[in-house]
C-alpha cells in the first residue's frame, strides 16, 4: 500500500517567487492536512481538505492557499515567498478524522 | 498559555530503562490524543492513540490519559538505543485539525 507522496522534495527558490507543492494522500484517504514545522515553532497547522472543501484554516496569511482535487490529491500554494517561510512543509492524510495522521516525507523549502 | 505543552528534553535514560515522556493540553473539549515519533530528517511516525481515560498498551508503548487533569502521558519500557528520537503529542479538538506539541528529545544511552 503506497504512503503519502510529496513532491518535490527539496525546493530553493528566492523571496518573492511562489511555489506549489504536491501531496498524494493513500488511497481511499479521503482527508488532507498540511503543517508547516520549523525548528522554533514546531507543527503549524495550516489546512484540512476533505471532499475538495478547505474544513478547517491555521492562524497563516493569505500568500498561503491550498485546494484539493477529486482524486483527493492536494497541492499548497505560497505567493511572494519570504525568508520566514523556510521550513519543513508536511503534508498527513487519514481515513477518518479521530483515527490519527500518516504523513508524507515532507518537502524542504529553502527560500533565499 | 500553548494549547499542548512538553518539555522539550533532551531526555536521557540509559538502555533498559523506563522513558516516560508527558504532555498537558488547554482544550477540556479534546477528544482524541496522539503520539507520533519522529527521528532526525524524518517525518513523524503515528506511534499511539488514545481516547479515554486510562491506560492503552502496545508492546513496549503506554499511553495514559487523564481528562480531568488534562494530561498524557507516554511510558517505553526496556528502552533501546533505536527509541532516540523527539517525541510529539497531538490533540484532536474535533476541529478538523490536530495541535501539536513542540515535542520532548529522547536519547536513550547504550
Known amino acids: 500500500k503506497a504512503g503519502v507522496t510529496q513532491t518535490p522534495r527539496y525546493l530553493i527558490k528566492t523571496r518573492g517567487q511562489q511555489v506549489t507543492l504536491s501531496c498524494s494522500p493513500i488511497?481511499?484517504?479521503?482527508?488532507v492536512s498540511w503543517y508547516q514545522q520549523t525548528p522554533g515553532q514546531g507543527l503549524q497547522f495550516l489546512f484540512e481538505?476533505?471532499?475538495?472543501?478547505?474544513?478547517n484554516k491555521g492562524n497563516f496569511p493569505g500568500r498561503f492557499s491550498g485546494r484539493q482535487f477529486s482524486n483527493s490529491r492536494s497541492e499548497m500554494n505560497v505567493s511572494t515567498l519570504e525568508l520566514g517561510d523556510s521550513a519543513l512543509y508536511l503534508c498527513?492524510?487519514?481515513?477518518?478524522?479521530?483515527?490519527?495522521?500518516?504523513f508524507g516525507s515532507g518537502t524542504r523549502l529553502t527560500v533565499v | 498559555q500553548k494549547e499542548v505543552e512538553q518539555n522539550s528534553g533532551p531526555l536521557s535514560v540509559p538502555e533498559g530503562a523506563i522513558a516516560s515522556l508527558n504532555c498537558t493540553y488547554s482544550d477540556r473539549v479534546s477528544q482524541s490524543f496522539f503520539w507520533y515519533r519522529q527521528y532526525s530528517g524524518k517525518s513523524p511516525e503515528l506511534i499511539m492513540s488514545i481516547y479515554s481515560n486510562g491506560d492503552k498498551e502496545d508492546g513496549r508503548f503506554t499511553a495514559q490519559l487523564n481528562k480531568a487533569s488534562q494530561y498524557v502521558s507516554l511510558l517505553i519500557r526496556d528502552s533501546q538505543p533505536s527509541d532516540s528520537a523527539t517525541y510529539l503529542c497531538a490533540v484532536n479538538s474535533g476541529t478538523y485539525k490536530y495541535i501539536f506539541g513542540t515535542g520532548t528529545r529522547l536519547k536513550v544511552l547504550a
Open positions: 488511497s481511499g484517504h479521503r482527508s
Open positions: 498527513a492524510s487519514s481515513l477518518v478524522e479521530n483515527y490519527g495522521y500518516t
Open positions: 481538505y476533505f471532499s475538495e472543501t478547505q474544513r
